[in-house]
């Protein structure tokens, strides 16, 4: 059974940076592309990040370009997203997931196997 559990959440405010982590239980994470997600209060979840198996591709959603940055450590069975200069806009419910159907970063979350519970991100003004 595959475990993802994200990590790294909190209150902020505007213009600081946050880490979160995505930890992978169950099967070696070398073998899953792997992708962040948001949902904010009353919208739909989007597309944030995303990383190929190697860490080679990346993708991320044109508001987060320049500011986030994806990584894997495939020794640590982890994932990161890397958040600097958050905004006001940031602020929602961050998920990581991983698909094993897919080799390069993905930006469907139907291409996705398993996803973890989330962790909150708040930004204040």
């Known amino acids: 059974q595959v475990q993802l559990v994200e990590s790294g959440g909190g209150l902020v405010q505007a213009g600081d940076s946050l880490r979160l982590s995505c930890a992978v239980s169950g099967r070696t994470i070398s073998n899953y592309a792997m992708g962040w997600f948001r949902q904010a209060p009353g919208k739909e979840r989007e597309f944030v990040a995303a990383?190929?198996?190697?860490?080679?591709?990346?993708n991320y959603l044109d508001s987060v370009k320049g500011r986030f940055t994806i990584s894997r450590d495939n020794a640590k069975n982890t994932a990161y997203l890397e958040m600097n200069n958050l905004k006001p806009d940031d602020t929602a419910v961050y998920y990581c997931?991983?698909?094993?159907?897919?080799?390069?970063?993905?930006?469907?979350?139907?291409?996705?196997?398993?996803w973890g519970r989330g962790t909150q991100v708040a930004v204040s003004s």
């Open positions: 990383i190929g198996r190697s860490g080679i591709s990346t």
């Open positions: 997931a991983a698909s094993l159907r897919f080799t390069y970063a993905q930006t469907t979350d139907a291409r996705y196997d398993y």
